[in-house]
């Protein structure tokens, strides 16, 4: 089990946190996905990072826990999780996952669903999932809840997370599915300098870019990743991973993402779709 990172840090030291994101799992386990095993390829990714990180202290999964939506799913996912990591958990829901069911779950080590504090920092996490879609959207509600906790933390150096890109990521088959209030999104943020960063789950690759001051991530998926810059659905060779950030005490930040390397896996790369 990774350790659990020290609660006071020197003023230079960051706090770790660990993102991953689509996990994919199905009702039952050894489900696949385009043929790959997705209990198997998250359990290769908490392995890696268990050999990476000496000590780690939050871990948030970004959506898609679940790929046809069980309460079985979100159960066998905490279990899992705790077996790698006794650390405060987060989770929101993507377009796979149903939010109230993940709200329902009846565990010991419930997941946080909208706020959490990692060292010095705020995560605000936002739930960008539209019942019955495919694309992503922020609710009236959801907007305002962004607005008033931003507001209420405005010395906070803060990072954003949700699921579905609220930037286009250079694939038009799935940047039709991007947050489709991502102006209004954008303006709040826009609006609160603390607000350092943004990273999201969804498109199944690694993405950075620099918007203004804030940056922007997007995080591999524990499973199958998805080829970028392309306008057509294709699966790419690369291996799973995951996403990790220092946040520094100070505001700034260091990220990066590690992969598997030392598997082979199963995949149906032809695939015109899932």
Not at 27 to 44: C, F, K, R
Not at 235 to 240: K, Y
């Amino acid at each position: 089990m990774v350790p659990t990172a020290s609660p006071t840090k020197a003023p230079d030291i960051p706090a770790r946190l660990i993102q991953i994101t689509d996990t994919h799992l199905g009702p039952a386990i050894g489900e696949t996905l385009l043929g790959l095993d997705t209990d198997q390829s998250l359990v290769d990714v908490l392995e890696l990072i268990e050999s990476e990180q000496d000590s780690v202290d939050a871990v948030v999964c970004t959506g898609d826990v679940a790929s046809n939506p069980d309460p079985s799913c979100y159960v066998r996912y905490l279990d899992t999780m705790r077996r790698y990591f006794d650390c405060p958990l987060g989770w929101l829901p993507g377009n796979h996952d149903i939010t109230a069911m993940m709200q329902q779950v009846i565990h010991p080590y419930l997941p946080a669903m909208r706020t959490m504090k990692v060292g010095e920092w705020l995560l605000v996490l936002l739930d960008s999932s539209v019942i019955g879609h495919v694309h992503g959207d922020f609710s009236a509600a959801e907007l305002e809840f962004l607005e008033c906790t931003l507001a209420a933390h405005p010395n906070t150096p803060t990072l954003v997370l949700l699921h579905h890109q609220p930037v286009k990521v250079g694939s038009d088959w799935i940047d039709q599915y991007q947050v489709r209030s991502h102006e209004a999104f954008f303006a709040i943020l826009d609006a609160q300098p603390q607000v350092k960063a943004v990273s999201w789950g969804h498109v199944h690759q690694a993405f950075e870019v620099t918007r203004g001051k804030q940056r922007l991530f997007a995080t591999p998926s524990t499973c199958v990743q998805f080829k970028p810059e392309c306008d057509d659905f294709a699966v790419d060779t690369s291996m799973p991973g995951y996403r990790w950030f220092d946040l520094y005490p100070d505001g700034h930040l260091a990220t990066g993402v590690s992969r598997v390397t030392d598997k082979d896996y199963q995949i149906d790369y032809r695939s015109a779709g899932y």
